[in-house]
């Protein structure tokens, strides 16, 4: 079974603070996303990576940046956390850009 | 119009009834289609993937359109469990992965 996990599930930040989100995949996945999701806006890719140390802006990467060290390992990072990024953010991970995609929990940030 | 298009819902029916919802894209050339389902809270799990020439898992029925551009899911004698969240992902091909696109969803609610 394919495993995504995301390094919290509830998380509470200041406006101007800098949050990372870890997510974390066990299937040797190239490929791995970071989405938001907010009510009535569905899941919006935020960025995604094709391999290691390799990324492609999605459709609203402004306020946010990604780093990918390692395969398994997909960081999203709010430099300047601001109240409009809160939202549940999910991570996935495909094998090929045209499969299924395998999310994580997903982590609710909420920033005041 | 937007690139991906469900119908919010809530579609609300009783148990044992047939229910059936399509998702409209706006990109001709799209290559790969999916449903996913969301229950509350929880991350999207892949449900089917739509071929060209339709597909059957059970009492869930997919089928792609693409003279229309929709794709549709179809649940037969609907369960209490079916009760969710229906995304369509459209992913235009195969150098667009940043192009991966969500449709925000049609809810569904069986009622007893």
């Known amino acids: ?13 200041r406006t101007g603070e800098k949050v990372f989100l870890e997510c974390v995949q066990d299937m040797d996945h190239e490929n791995m996303f970071w989405y938001r999701q907010d009510p009535g806006l569905g899941l919006r890719l935020i960025y995604f990576s094709y391999d290691v140390k390799m ?57 005041l | ?24 894209y706006s990109n001709s050339a799209s290559q790969s289609f999916f449903w996913y389902r969301q229950d509350c809270r929880k991350e999207p799990k892949l449900l089917m993937s739509v071929y060209s020439s339709g597909n059957e898992d059970g009492r869930f029925t997919a089928q792609l359109n693409r003279a229309s551009q929709y794709i549709s899911l179809l649940i037969r004698d609907s369960k209490l469990s079916d009760s969710a969240t229906y995304l369509c992902v459209v992913i235009p091909g195969y150098s667009s992965a940043s192009k991966i696109i969500f449709g925000s969803g049609t809810r569904l609610s069986i009622r007893p």
């Open chain 1, 55 to 111: 990324k492609e802006k999605g459709d609203i990467p402004e306020g946010y940046s990604v780093s990918r060290e390692k395969k398994e390992r997909f960081s999203l990072i709010l430099e300047s956390a601001s109240t409009n990024q809160t939202s549940m953010y999910l991570c996935a991970s495909s094998l090929g850009v045209l499969e299924t995609q395998y999310f994580g929990p997903g982590t609710r940030l909420l920033v």
């Open chain 1, 1 to 13: 079974d394919v495993k995504v996990t995301q390094s919290s599930r509830y998380l509470v930040k």
């Open chain 2, 1 to 24: 119009r937007k690139e991906v298009e469900q119908d919010p819902g809530p579609f609300n029916v009783p148990e044992g009834a047939t229910v059936a919802f399509n998702c409209t």
